[in-house]
């Protein structure tokens, strides 16, 4: 049974359609740097966002009716929500979901029962897997909602909560392998603290570390072949997250020697609340060999906390895809962890906004590719380093072959050494704003 009726497969239409149910930009078969654009931008649809989320917020109840026809908190909703994800992919040619075990079934008093449950509905999945060719990006344990999760999971004070949070991690990896996903995510949830005052946080980091590790046994040991993520996030819910950017994720992945294991799954609106600029973590991760997957979407600036938005803005959009074209591609793909704004509440604003974040990311898949056609950045790059590249000492530095005591006499010999070299900061922002709109 069809559930958006009057609502049609999203088709290409270019940019000068002004048909808001059109894709403007993305044009999955269109070849950019010798891949097609459905190759480069693996787009997934995050479950909780989109078929769970209705719109309540601190102030107000749910406004987005995401029932679909049946009884909220049932399985028969389970089953609608299936339904209603499936077509919702299809019609947009999106290829991928990711989700949470309590997205997919209602939690219920017993862990046996959810199990049950999560057993019954991953049948239903994978029958409309096999029919649509839809696939899984990854999976996780939703170990932050329940009030037993209060004081964090890995990170809790207590081993009963412990235990109940690996049971739920194997369980979501049991599903995740099931569905044969590509990752497994581990977004730190609750795991941070309030106040130094209640807190052991090496006992804390340590148990989350096991957590993990106990993880990555099992997996493995059911045939998990893909990549376990961290996502890392700087606050919200707790003060202080403990993984807070993508380089504080990396350190305490190698610290425990997880980091052969696990990538990072960056979010746009995460690295933004850490203060860095979305493209400063996946630079960071790439540069690392931990660049895994991407949640996709946008923060607003003016406001302190995860506002998950759809993305829009190009400029970022296009240093993002920078980012992932010179690292090669994402093992992961990009998950649209977004959701509409509360009053945008029908069916076709949630159309609307995927059709507004994949056309963006197809900007910026073009014009990033175009800003390395151009070279112009490269190139000064590779120009501001170059006495590293050219001069008899700078080669000696970059390979290891002098030492203090050479370069204090070298720079003896020096006077006042010249200026480094204009950063040129203007006349490069001025050159992506001339590939943006030329
Ligand atoms: C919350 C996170 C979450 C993860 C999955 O801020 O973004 O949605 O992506 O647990
Ligand atoms: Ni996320
Ligand atoms: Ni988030």
Known sequence: MEIFKNIPAIKFEGAQSKNPL?????????VVLGKTMKEHLPFAMAW???????GTDMFGRGVADKSFGQEVGTMAHAKAKVDAGFEFMQKLGIGYFCFHDVDIVPEADDIKETNRRLD???DYILEKMKETGIKCLWGTANMFSNPRFCNGAGSTNSADVFAFAAAQVKKALDITVKLGGVGYVFWGGREGYETLLNTDVKFEQNNIARLMKMAVEYGRSIGFTGDFYIEPKPKEPMKHQYDFDAATAIGFLRAYGLDKDFKLNIEANHATLAGHTFEH???ISAINGMLGSIDANQGDMLLGWDTDEFPFDVYTATMCMYEVLKAGGLT???NFDAKNRRPSYTFEDMFEGFVLGMDTFALGLIKAAELIEDGRIDEFIKERYASFATS???????????SLVELAAYADGLGSPELPGSGKQERLEGIINNILFR
Do not use: P, Q
């Not at 059109?22 to 269109?30: C, Q, S, T, V």
């Not at 008899?392 to 002098?402: A, D, L, N, Y």
């Open 22 to 30: 059109a894709f403007k930009y993305y044009d999955a078969e269109r």
């Open 48 to 54: 909780w966002h989109n078929l769970c989320a209705n």
């Open 120 to 122: 019954e509905i991953s």
């Open 281 to 283: 973590d996946l630079r």
């Open 332 to 334: 992961g793909g990009f």
């Open 392 to 402: 008899e000492i700078g080669k000696k530095i970059v390979s290891g072959k002098t």
